[in-house]
């Protein structure tokens, strides 16, 4: 027997249809149970659902009909931004329905002026008194416009669940039905009295939900606003150098490796490196950095930034769905897909409210027909339809889809990434961070100030071996060493099995001799006898990093480099302390070097020479005391941390398997990005709390009053539709916060 693990696929999917929570729920529900899907997330606000199943067992299509047989459209999402366009598209069709439905409703409005004393006395079209003018005006309404709420309720009872549009009709059916009732038998009213006909309110009741549903939408695109910015920022052409002239072709037709010419004022339409050139770049829309960065030949840029005055030569590495800017966009877009357990914990509430009210509705009929107003049905089937209206669970199903959209849109735009919305949720409760040394405090570009060579060898040729180890790898440390050859213009020979070791060293053969670099430690256990040294005590005491070189198995002398602290580190930790979140220092480095640097930024707990595994057991220690741990860290040997910690962030100059292990990613380099991060998650966490509690609260009281007979079917509709857009107004505030 095969013990293969199946083959899962994750998918984007564009689901329309949907009128509240409750919709979601359903799908979920339903799709959840199929063979072969290991997990789906439906997000009502946004209309996408992410499914992640094993496609060898569940083609995608199998899905989608499942979730069409439900009485919903979807469909594989391939342009991620084509939400967009259907929001516009949807936008336009409720206002059209909204409108034609105000003109028919309008009339049977009119009526309305009857009921309250102080406007009895405006004038009424007599047509507009007529029952059979009335029920004419009323069934367009409640029939052709309405058509599309029959629709939905008949699917959603079709397959035992209910959701808005099952209030909807219920309320609205009730109220028409009664009135046809009375037109078409009026005999059964009193002589000489006017028939208490109940259109207006059938038609006033569809026409408010069209118009909540068309402001909902509008809000809703607003909220898209961040995805598209992003979108905006990708080149669509480039200028490539082919021989000696200059193309300019789609960026399809650009490959790695390409020259692209890119000059003043436009966007760098991939990542790569400058050849030659200086130029002034803005990353603000892709990073949130406000001031300009320099470039100059061997730094790298990002697609999607703008260069302003210089221009440049780059050699094009990452292109298309490869870039930095691509990644980011497939980030922002993923947070929306996976949900917050908060958001679970509505969706559950919003799947119960509708049977629920349905109950309630039916009591307060029964309790008006039978107790309150006996024998009068009409005013009991108000009070009934004043409950089913008013008691839609929308406004919950919104609470907290737009606030993760509009929280991580706007993180995006300073830079943050973050994963999934669970992760946006949970970053606001980390109490304990952990900080990697070099590359997250300090620049993660050190400079070589010191080598001392021992025995026979000269301080060059320690150099010239060291760097020719060292060549082949990209950790700082060892590009310091080189600079510092390529600077004395030293003939760099040639190495062979080259082998790096996280944590420890590297080792490489250099003019058949075997080159050994790393910590003191390590040196030992391969053999070599390493004395202490009083050079090395005194440079780790100045914060640099030691390197002990050993070549033969003899050591030969050392090396020392200091990595200067990054401007913003001292303001982040100091902010971090502030807010009552213990900080630790965990590096590789010695632990000389490392209190150095931790005591000039603030750093009270110090893990020192802490290999990969040792930064997982520390924060695995934490973790078993109760602690909330991030783990923060840019290269390969803080991967296996990130990915053990609650909450992973990757400085996002640093290695890719560390960006990819991080759960956040910080894409200009800064601690401060992590202080705006949690930030920005404590703010949406309490954005959510309050929509949510307004949702319920709104709901806890609206219900009473009309079960009482205080609000009448079309304020208790006003109200509904009010509910839903103060939830998403809400939320769009989190755009303009600090």
């Known amino acids: 027997m095969s013990n293969r693990q199946p083959t899962m696929e994750r998918q984007s999917l564009s689901i329309s249809g949907m009128t509240c929570a409750a919709c979601a729920a359903r799908i979920e529900k339903v799709v959840s149970k199929m063979e072969g899907v290991h997990e789906i997330n439906v997000n009502f606000a946004l209309g996408k659902g992410d499914v992640t199943f094993n496609h060898t067992t569940t083609p995608v299509e199998q899905i989608t009909d499942n979730i069409k047989r439900l009485g919903f459209d979807a469909r594989v999402e391939t342009n991620l931004f084509a939400k967009s366009a259907l929001t516009s598209a949807e936008c336009n069709r409720l206002r059209n329905r909204f409108l034609l439905s105000a003109c028919f409703t309008i009339p049977l409005l009119w009526t309305m002026v009857n009921h309250f004393h102080f406007t009895s006395g405006i004038w009424i079209p007599v047509l507009f008194l007529n029952p059979w003018f009335?029920?004419?005006?009323?069934?367009?309404v409640q029939f052709v416009i309405g058509g599309p709420f029959y629709t939905s309720a008949y699917r959603a009872l079709r397959h035992k669940s209910a959701n808005m549009d099952v209030l909807v009709v219920l309320g609205t059916s009730a109220a028409y039905l009664y009135s046809h009732y009375v037109v078409f038998h009026p005999n059964a009213t009193a002589i000489g009295q006017h028939p208490p006909l109940y259109f207006e309110t059938s038609a006033?009741?569809?026409?408010?939900?069209?118009?909540?549903?068309?402001?909902?939408?509008?809000?809703?695109?607003?909220?898209?606003?961040?995805?598209?910015?992003?979108?905006?920022?990708?080149a669509e052409e480039a200028d490539v150098l082919r021989g000696r002239t200059v193309v300019r072709v789609p960026l399809t037709e650009v490959l790695p490796g390409d020259t692209i010419v890119i000059k003043p004022g436009a966007k760098i339409p991939a990542d790569g490196t400058v050849i030659t050139g200086w130029s002034a770049i803005d990353e603000s829309l892709l990073t949130g950095e406000s001031q300009p960065v320099d470039k100059h030949s061997g730094d790298t840029v990002i697609g999607g930034t703008v260069n302003l005055n210089g221009t440049l030569h780059v050699k094009a590495e990452k292109i298309g769905s490869h870039s930095a800017l691509s990644h980011m966009i497939q980030l922002v877009v993923q947070a929306q897909h996976t949900k917050p357990s908060i958001q679970r914990h509505a969706d559950d509430i919003a799947e119960l409210f509708?049977?629920?009210?349905?109950?309630?509705?039916?009591?307060?009929?029964?309790?008006?027909?039978?107790?309150?107003a006996p024998g009068d049905f009409g005013e009991a089937l108000e009070h009934a339809i004043s409950v089913l209206v008013i008691a839609c669970p929308c406004a919950i199903g919104l609470a907290t889809p737009t606030s993760v959209l509009v929280g991580s849109g706007k993180a995006?735009?300073?830079?943050?990434?973050?994963?999934?919305?669970?992760?946006?949720?949970m970053l606001q409760q980390i109490d304990t961070i952990l900080l990697d040394k070099t590359g997250t405090i300090t620049e993660g570009k050190p400079k070589l100030t010191d080598y001392i060579a021992v025995g026979s060898i000269d301080e060059m040729s320690l150099l010239r071996y060291a760097a020719a180890a060292e060549v082949h790898s990209e950790h700082p440390l060892s590009r310091a060493v080189v600079a510092e050859a390529e600077a004395k213009c030293l003939a760099v020979p040639p190495a062979s099995g080259f082998q790096a070791f996280p944590g420890y060293g590297i080792r490489a053969?250099?003019?058949?001799?075997?080159?050994?670099?790393?910590?003191?430690?390590?040196?030992?256990?391969?053999?070599?006898?390493?004395?202490?040294?009083?050079?090395a005590v005194k440079f780790e005491s100045q914060g640099k990093t030691v390197l002990y070189v050993a070549i033969q198995g003899r050591l030969a002398g050392l090396l020392a480099a200091r990595d200067?602290?990054?401007?913003?580190?001292?303001?982040?930790?100091?902010?971090?302390?502030?807010w009552g979140v213990d900080v630790v220092m965990v590096t590789g480095d010695q632990e000389r070097t490392a209190l150095t640097i931790a005591q000039e930024v603030g750093i009270r707990s110090v893990h020192a020479g802490s290999l990969p595994d040792d930064k997982v057991k520390v924060l695995q220690k934490l973790q078993q005391a109760g602690r909330k741990v991030a783990m923060v860290g840019d290269g390969v040997n803080d991967a296996p941390a990130l990915a053990a910690a609650d909450i992973g962030v990757a400085i996002g100059?640093?290695?890719?398997?560390?960006?990819?292990?991080?759960?956040?990613?910080l894409v200009r380099g800064h601690l401060t990005g992590l202080t705006d991060a949690i930030r920005i998650s404590q703010k949406t966490m309490a954005n959510i709390k309050q929509n949510l509690s307004f949702a319920l609260i709104y709901n806890v009281l609206a219900i009473p009053l009309a079960v009482i007979g205080w609000l009448e079917p079309w304020m208790a509709g006003t109200a509904m539709a009010l509910s839903s857009i103060s939830v998403v107004s809400n939320a769009l505030r989190l755009q303009h916060s600090k």
């Open 134 to 140: 009335q029920f004419a005006m009323a069934t367009f």
């Open 204 to 234: 006033m009741i569809i026409t408010i939900v069209l118009l909540g549903k068309w402001l909902e939408a509008m809000a809703k695109k607003r909220t898209l606003h961040a995805l598209e910015q992003l979108h905006a920022l990708q």
């Open 354 to 372: 509708v049977p629920i009210v349905m109950s309630f509705a039916a009591i307060t009929f029964a309790a008006w027909e039978f107790v309150f």
């Open 412 to 425: 995006a735009k300073k830079g943050i990434l973050f994963k999934d919305g669970k992760h946006l949720e």
């Open 509 to 535: 053969s250099v003019e058949g001799k075997d080159v050994l670099i790393g910590t003191a430690q390590w040196l030992r256990k391969d053999g070599v006898k390493v004395h202490d040294m009083a050079e």
């Open 564 to 578: 200067s602290i990054k401007a913003t580190s001292v303001q982040a930790i100091d902010t971090l302390r502030k």
């Open 653 to 665: 100059t640093g290695a890719d398997i560390a960006v990819e292990a991080a759960d956040v990613n």
